[in-house]
């Protein structure tokens, strides 16, 4: 968890709510809904810790397995021994899990029966169980159903103490938590991890800074806030880059320091994000974020199936919403973060092939890159193996904050052999 968790009070005591209220609180049914990078993960660790600290029982898993239904056997198995209760709940029996290798089969009744015995010896104790699910929107339909059963029986229908707490993307607005055949997702308050406001993210700048012992120039902190538009994980990114960047951070992160933390992060997002992304997907879904970056980002879905067809539009808006990269307001579509619309803007000729091909990176982007993945090699390394200009690389280091410990140069340089 980072140092400070900033901004999510609200969501914080919703969690609290669904442990210390009773059993008829709509808390106990809760699925957190924030794009990439807002805290979801986070905020289930939060939870985790919440419910240790009341002697509660963990469960938590990750809907991106590709076998839930075993994990979450498997997890509850666990829970009694680990949280010190007496005996083997009722219905443990009959959940074994069959098909190693394979996702688990395992008849939903079954699954049933060990969550209402797991809640059951819970409640006999004076406790509950968490359980924690994240990365719904990789949820297998099936795997879902079952669990749905499973905890809608004990939670809504036995008023047994279970905390169910999901977490995915907004998209799951169209998806699991609007599929009539599984309503129990549906019917879970939704909790949205929005952007935090200006305040806390200049809190939260100020707090990590001190904690690691140093201090920011208030306009530092100005400037940083404003690049990370209430993202934590770019707060994170951003506040992280400039320390580096900085000379001295103890004596205060001054401006331009700020901006090349502000440069650095951006290519980070590029390099971890952007780039990966684009990698996997076909040329439909480029065309389609090349269109809308030539029109600065957001466009009327309307255009995009005019220019691309309906069903090939539609398709492609779903797998890129999917993937985290679009996200659709009313009627509009736009690019969740700039840094991947300025990126592609940047691309030579948009209705070339540079845009459906995979572009070759830019000389930054690769210089980055290589810094990034050696912290001992020399400039004159990076050089040799990236065929960069050995200047550029020491320049683009100092920027971005990669030029710390790094050896002078070496008096015997290896030669390496290039890929
Ligand atoms: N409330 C918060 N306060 C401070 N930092 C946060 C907060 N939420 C997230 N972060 C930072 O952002 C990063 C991404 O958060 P994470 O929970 O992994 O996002 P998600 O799961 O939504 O993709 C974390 O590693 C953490 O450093
Ligand atoms: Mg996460």
Redesign the pocket.
């Known amino acids: 968890?980072?140092p400070?968790?900033?901004?999510?009070a609200d969501a914080l005591g919703r969690i609290a709510a669904a442990y210390d209220d009773g059993p008829r609180t709509p808390y106990r049914t809760m699925i957190?809904l924030?794009?990439?990078?807002?805290?979801?993960?986070?905020?289930?660790?939060a939870a985790r810790s919440q419910a240790a600290t009341r002697g509660w029982g963990v469960v938590a898993l990750s809907a991106s397995s590709s076998d839930i239904v075993g994990e979450l056997v498997a997890a509850a198995r666990d829970v009694p021994s680990e949280a010190g209760w007496g005996r083997r709940p009722a219905g443990f029996g009959s959940a074994e899990p069959r098909g190693a290798g394979t996702a688990s089969v395992l008849h939903a009744a079954s699954l049933t029966r060990m969550l209402v015995g797991l809640a059951t010896a819970a409640s006999e104790e004076g406790r509950g169980v968490l359980v924690a699910v994240?990365e719904l929107q990789s949820m297998d339909p099936a795997a879902g159903r079952d669990i749905a059963v499973a905890v809608q029986e004990v939670v809504r229908n036995r008023q047994l103490p279970m905390v169910f707490l999901g977490?995915g993307l907004p998209e799951l607005e169209d998806t699991l938590l609007d599929d009539d055949a599984i309503t129990f997702f549906g019917r879970c308050l939704r909790v949205r991890?929005d952007a935090?406001n200006s305040d806390e993210a200049a809190h939260?700048l100020t707090e990590?800074a001190a904690t690691a012992g140093g201090a920011l120039r208030s306009e530092s902190v100005a400037a940083l806030v404003v690049a990370a538009r209430g993202?934590?994980?770019?707060?994170?990114?951003v506040g992280f880059h400039s320390w580096e960047a900085a000379a001295d951070p103890a004596s205060g992160i001054v401006e331009h320091e700020a901006a090349a933390g502000v440069a650095a992060a951006r290519d980070d997002m590029i390099a971890h994000i952007v780039l990966p992304v684009w990698r996997r997907l076909g040329t439909s879904d480029r065309e389609l974020l090349a269109l809308l970056a030539e029109r600065g980002g957001a466009a009327a879905a309307g255009l995009l199936h005019q220019h691309l067809g309906r069903w090939r539009a539609a398709a492609s808006l779903d797998r890129l919403a999917r993937a985290g990269v679009l996200e659709r307001h009313g009627r509009e579509v736009r690019f969740i973060h700039d840094v991947f619309c300025d990126w592609l803007q940047q691309q030579p000729g948009s209705d070339g092939e540079a845009i459906s091909g995979v572009r070759a990176l830019s000389q930054k982007e690769v210089a980055v890159i290589a810094l990034r993945a050696d912290d001992r090699a020399s400039y004159g390394e990076i050089s040799r193996r990236t065929g960069i200009d050995r200047a550029y690389v020491g320049r683009i280091a100092r920027e971005t904050g990669f030029s710390q410990d790094r050896p002078r140069s070496h008096p015997h340089p290896v030669v390496q052999a290039d890929p």
């Open positions: 968890m980072p400070v968790v900033s901004g999510r957190l924030g794009p990439r990078g807002s805290g979801k993960t986070v905020m289930l660790n994240d977490a991890l935090i939260l990590t993202s934590p994980y770019l707060l994170q990114s």
